[in-house]
Structure formats: C-alpha cells, structure tokens
C-alpha cells in the first residue's frame, strides 16, 4: 500500500527565514504534486514533478524531485507571512488507468512577522 | 472558465438524513474524483467517475455511500443515513485525461452532522 508521509507536520517561522518541508514515499510513483490549502479553502497546485532530478521554482517557493530516493522537498526561501498554509504532497497512484492520488498528512506553515 | 463548482458550500443534517454533494466539473473534464477530507487529515480517495461510469469506487465506504455522474448534469455523491463521522469536508476533482496533469478542485462542501 502506498504511503505519503511529510514532515513536518507543524513549522512555525519568522518572516525573512529559510526552512524546507520533507514528503517521503513508499512505492515507486513516476509523478509527485503539491499543493497549498489555505483555512476552509480548496487545494491549488502548485507544482506537478514527473522525473527524477526534477526542480521547478515559483516565487519564493521550490519543489525537488528524487525518485530513487522516494523523496520530494518544497523549500521555503526568505518566508513572507502570505505563505501561510497548508502545503500537502501527493502522490500519483496509477491503478487500471485510474489517476487516484494519495495525500501526505499535510504540514501547516505558519509564518510570524 | 469557470472552476470545479460544488454545491452546497455547507451542508447540516441531522443523524440518519440523507446528504446530497454536487459537483460540476471544469469545462471539457470528463474525470471527476471525489476526496474526503476530516479535521487535521489530509484527502483520502474516495471514488473515481466518468460519464455514466464508476471506474474505481475502492475508497467509499461500503454501506451507505454512492456516487454518480449521469450523462447530463453534474457528479452526486450522496451518503445516506448519516452519522456523525461522516462530518467532513467532500472535495471533488476533475481531469481532461486519464493521467499526467494536476486535478482541478472544487471549493468543497462541508458536511456537519448533528
């Protein structure tokens, strides 16, 4: 059964600072998403990384790939209090065609003036 | 282009009502997925639909969950004789494939019962 674990699962920061958000998993997958909630919202996408070695950047935010490794990071560079979140990974799951993502527990960020 | 539009945005019912979740999904999708979100969780699959087709129901509840997504109008997902861990929030999702891109999600709907 496939497992999508993230950690932190609660990160409070300053404002200014750097910090990087981990979501492990358990079986091979070829396509990793993040997203962002934000309280009593949906989820928006952020990044969608289909290969091993994929980087993609917007903003202040990064996300990383390393499937052998079955490991994915989003990296917070100089945090601003508008990046307060919830940032979910997810994983794609393929089973008889079927695209059904399974969700780490989410890390809520909480960025301080 | 409108989004993956859900009604109601909140729903409350009382154990042993039935709860009806709507979902229209974005223009040109044909793949709705519905997720299930609880307190402090992230979403947890629930079922996977195309028109007139329900092609991976694996992570509905056995009793008392159904979904549909008829030919004309929007995806259903109704619970019937609710409790209260169903309270929750339902999140549908859509696609234009199969595979490869982000889905699409609605606003939700969230389910309190009482």
């Known amino acids: 059964e496939l497992k999508v674990e993230q950690n932190p699962l609660f990160l409070s920061m300053q404002e200014g600072k750097n910090y990087t958000i981990y979501c492990n998993y358990s079986t091979t997958s070829d396509r990793l998403y993040w997203y962002r909630q934000d309280p009593g919202k949906s989820l928006e996408s952020l990044f969608v990384?289909?290969?091993?070695?994929a980087v993609k950047q917007e903003g202040r935010l990064m996300a990383s790939l390393d499937t052998k490794a079955r490991l994915s990071t989003l990296h917070i560079t100089a945090a601003v209090h508008d990046l307060s979140a919830t940032y979910f990974c997810?994983?794609?799951?393929?089973?008889?065609?079927?695209?059904?993502?399974?969700f780490g527990q989410g890390t809520r960020l909480t960025i301080n003036p | 282009n409108a989004g993956v539009m859900q009604n109601p945005r909140h729903l409350v019912r009382r154990r042993g009502q039935e709860a009806r979740l709507r979902c229209s999904p974005m223009?040109?999708?044909?793949?709705v997925y519905w997720y299930r979100q609880l307190p402090e969780e992230g979403l947890k699959f629930m079922v996977y639909?195309?028109?007139?087709?329900?092609?991976?129901e694996s992570g509905m509840p056995k009793e008392r969950f159904s979904a549909e997504f008829p030919k004309e109008g929007p995806s259903i997902l109704r619970i019937q004789q609710v409790v209260r861990g169903d309270s929750a929030a339902y999140f549908c999702?859509?696609?234009?494939?199969?595979?490869?891109?982000?889905?699409?999600f609605g606003n939700g709907t969230r389910l309190t019962v009482t």
């Open positions: 223009k040109g999708h044909s793949h």
């Open positions: 990384l289909l290969s091993n070695g």
């Open positions: 999702a859509s696609s234009p494939q199969r595979e490869g891109g982000p889905l699409h």
């Open positions: 997810a994983v794609d799951r393929q089973i008889q065609g079927a695209q059904k993502l399974v």
């Open positions: 639909l195309q028109k007139e087709n329900i092609i991976d």
